[in-house]
């Protein structure tokens, strides 16, 4: 505790009640760098001085500091709207705490206010610009990315939007330019980085893009690393001899993720390497029955390792070209056990052809109420003769849809899957899946199963430009959504091509 802070304690045993006394501890904190104990004071003053200003002008400002974004957006919500302080910073704030608590609508309303106070603030063209492509209004993000570059030309981060905004209209030399300047203006500027990154791997120039790639881990809200990582252990890539080592790999992204890239362990097996991997629980029985000699980490076992590499990493440490990507499928396969019961289950459904559906990814992800389909828009695939469909959408947004389909026309069965073996099992007994870019589409492609993927504008990196085939997935077949283009119009494109295939 500083002497100031003492000085201060030994006051407010005087004077209990009072809010000045208890501002300045806050202040002396913060100024410590003791945020939790500057938040307490803080709170405790609120509770003294309901109605004051102060504390909860502090209180907000500083959870935005320590990036608790939830608890501080009632108090911008209270500055705001009870006390009228609608300062710019204040509007920028709150919405960038709307932002960053899942409500980009509410946020791309705070900055719109914020410009209304300050035209010219670079910040706010900048954030607005970030939420306006959520939302779809591509053209709207180019806007203010382009005005924020006219403000400040020299301002890194008003490059970075901008470039981000080009990338997301898929102007991918246009958004080069652009994140190439913000890289001169801050090297090191690893949000840039990544932008491009994903505008080289977007273009196919993989082997440009993986180095960019790595630079994910300067983020430091990148997923922690697994006990046996060291560092000076990474393995650079053939160059350094595997055999008889053991390597590490690890997943470091979603499950989707996971399932296109452990194509890469068998490259591993074949330079020697002993392969122990950490993926999600619920992929283990999957990647361990696909990769025989393979070992999974498991709860509460733990193992060494002479190396390791993220699964992600992998890609770029073998030199992926569009031309070089492992893409022979099935590379993932179902226990035996797993087939046979789902053969089984599927028995009264022999003789047609049936078609797995999924509408929705995570419901956390950022971006999925772009990926997202409503399931009203995929009815005319239901009721087809001599097709059954199956729904193969878990979670919330398999329980909450738009259309409740007639009883026996969109059977259920994702509560039976106790894992993604159970899942691969059964739509190894399917004869297509329609789904939009979640993980179902990497497990159906990684199965070698025919899938059909619905892309929204701005598709994800793997996916490239102005293309109906992916090189990762030989069986899959891509139906875009351009910028702009409401949904009914790709899922009428789907239809066609639906029909084309019942009547093959």
Request: charged share 20%; glycine share 6%; hydrophobic share 45%.
């Given at each position: 505790m500083s002497a100031e802070a003492g000085n201060l304690l030994a006051v407010l045993q005087r004077e209990p009640d009072s809010l000045p006394v208890r501002l300045a501890l806050a202040r002396a904190c913060r100024a410590a760098g003791d945020l939790l104990t500057a938040t307490a004071w803080l709170s405790d003053a609120m509770r003294i001085a309901p109605q004051a200003l102060e504390p909860v002008q502090e209180l907000a400002d500083?959870?935005?500091?320590?990036?608790?974004?939830?608890?501080?957006?009632?108090?911008?919500?209270?500055?705001?709207?009870?006390?009228?302080?609608?300062?710019?910073?204040?509007?920028?704030?709150?919405?960038?705490?709307?932002?960053?608590?899942?409500?980009?609508?509410?946020a791309a309303a705070l900055y719109r206010a914020t410009l209304e106070v300050e035209p010219a603030l670079v910040e706010a063209h900048v954030d607005l610009s970030g939420v306006l492509w959520r939302l779809e209004d591509f053209d709207g993000a180019l806007a203010h990315a382009r005005r924020a570059v006219e403000l400040a030309p020299a301002h890194p981060y008003a490059q970075r939007i901008l470039g981000t905004a080009l990338l997301h209209l898929e102007r991918l030399d246009e958004a080069e330019q652009h994140l190439r300047r913000a890289l001169e203006l801050q090297p090191g500027f690893h949000l840039a980085e990544l932008d491009l990154a994903f505008t080289l791997l977007l273009a196919g120039r993989l082997e440009e893009g993986w180095p960019f790639y790595e630079r994910r881990w300067r983020d430091p809200a990148r997923l922690p690393r697994p006990a046996f990582w060291q560092p000076g252990s990474e393995w650079p890539g053939p160059a350094q001899p595997l055999q008889g080592q053991a390597i590490g790999v690890y997943a470091e992204q979603g499950l989707g993720d996971v399932l296109q890239f452990v194509r890469y362990l068998p490259q591993l097996q074949a330079l020697g390497a002993q392969v122990r991997c950490v993926v999600q629980p619920e992929l283990v029985p999957l990647v361990e029955a696909s990769f025989p000699g393979v070992e999974c980490l498991k709860p509460g076992v733990s193992f060494n390792v002479h190396l390791h590499a993220a699964l992600l990493e992998l890609p770029g440490r073998f030199g992926t070209t569009l031309s070089s990507i492992p893409s022979a499928v099935p590379y993932l396969r179902a226990p035996e056990e797993a087939r046979v019961r789902w053969r089984e289950r599927l028995a009264p459904w022999a003789g047609q052809r049936k078609v797995g559906l999924a509408w929705s990814g995570s419901q956390v992800q950022v971006n999925n109420r772009n990926r997202a389909v409503p399931l009203s828009l995929l009815a005319p695939l239901l009721g087809q003769p001599g097709v059954q469909c199956f729904s193969l959408q878990k979670g919330e947004a398999g329980a909450n849809t738009d259309l409740q389909p007639a009883p026996g026309e969109l059977p259920d069965f994702t509560g039976d899957w106790a894992d993604f073996a159970d899942s691969a099992a059964m739509i190894e007994q399917l004869d297509l899946v329609v789904t939009v870019d979640t993980a179902i589409a990497h497990l159906v492609g990684a199965l070698g199963k025919p899938v059909w993927i619905l892309l929204p504008p701005n598709a994800d990196w793997r996916w490239l430009v102005d293309r109906a085939d992916s090189p990762w997935y030989p069986t899959a077949r891509l139906f875009r959504r351009a910028a702009g283009e409401d949904r009914s119009a790709q899922i009428a494109r789907l239809m066609r091509a639906f029909e084309a295939w019942l009547s093959s």
């Open positions: 500083l959870l935005l500091t320590q990036q608790r974004y939830v608890q501080a957006v009632p108090l911008y919500t209270r500055l705001l709207d009870e006390f009228g302080v609608r300062s710019a910073a204040n509007l920028l704030h709150a919405g960038f705490c709307r932002e960053h608590s899942g409500d980009v609508a509410a």
